[in-house]
């Protein structure tokens, strides 16, 4: 990050300004582990955490989750830079058996859809009794397959951001706001 200035932030040549606030980020995490909750409580469901953007969410998400479950770490990736490449490539990969579990992926951001798509795919072959997705942002203008987003936090428009998670050529992760992209 080269400056910070009122509510702006400069990442490399591009300009950031906040967009939404921890606070509100923090209300939306809870309101995704109470829905989370009620359907899940007796399920024992496995939580697959999406390396690396994910990692953020999922801490402060799993604290709220009070009931039995597992969590398992998976890195998959398919952008570089602000690009998707539309290819799945699984760096990290499930470590334990999910089949006849409940999988609960958790995501930070679901944009054009395409690398959940593929990871989904992949993980219903490993025979779980479902596969669901809970992301903490969601771009629906931005998809470009067709997914079905369980769970979300709040929607938003077709928009570049960092901030809690989400980075810019790895950087801005450790935002604790959400921050959109003002200058190209």
Known sequence: MDSERNDN????????????????????VSKLAEEVSLKYIDKNPVFIVVLSGAFIFAADFLRKINFEHDICF????????????????IQLPIDIDVSERYLIILEDIVDSGNTLYNF???????????VEIVSLFH??????????????????????????GLDY?????????LYKLITE
């Open 9 to 28: 932030i400069r990442i490399e040549n591009y300009e950031f300004e906040k967009y939404i606030d921890a606070t509100q980020i923090e209300s939306l």
């Open 74 to 89: 998976v890195k998959v990736k398919s952008y570089e830079g602000m690009q998707s490449t539309g290819k799945l490539d």
């Open 120 to 130: 989904k795919k992949y993980l219903e072959e490993l025979k779980p009794y479902t």
């Open 139 to 164: 771009k629906p203008e931005a998809l470009e397959k067709e997914l079905r987003v369980a769970f979300v936090g709040r929607s938003l428009p077709k928009e570049f951001v960092i901030g809690y």
């Open 169 to 177: 050529n790895g950087k801005g992760r450790h935002l604790k706001h």
